[in-house]
């Protein structure tokens, strides 16, 4: 089950494990956003293009803020297992992209 991380949450000041995979969830006011971990840097940022049109490809066309938790649930653990399967994968600079295959 997707990982839930406070937004802006420093994740070795707060010695937080990844524990799902490189993307979480995080309650930001009044939705819910995807972020995932980048080699090299302490905090969570936003996913990258690719993550955004794989979204897309999905069928869901807002981002990657959800209004349903339990809809950022199922995103977030569908990314994850593509990082599993090897379909997301990180880049030379440590960013997370989707090689365009399901």
Do not use: H
């Not at 937080?16 to 490189?22: K, R, S």
């Not at 950022?72 to 297992?81: E, M, P």
């Amino acid at each position: 089950m997707a990982q839930e991380i406070e937004f802006g949450e420093d994740l070795e000041e707060g010695g937080i494990v990844l524990t799902e995979g490189p993307f979480v969830i995080s309650k930001l006011w009044d939705t819910w956003v995807l972020q995932c971990s980048r080699r090299g840097e302490k905090c969570l940022g936003a996913p990258f293009d690719t993550i955004y049109n794989l979204l897309w490809s999905l069928g869901y066309s807002k981002g990657a803020r959800f209004f349903i938790k339990e809809d950022a649930i199922v995103f977030c653990d569908k990314l994850n297992g593509m990082v599993k399967d090897e379909k997301i994968v990180q880049d030379e600079c440590g960013v997370w992209v989707w090689k365009g295959e399901f």
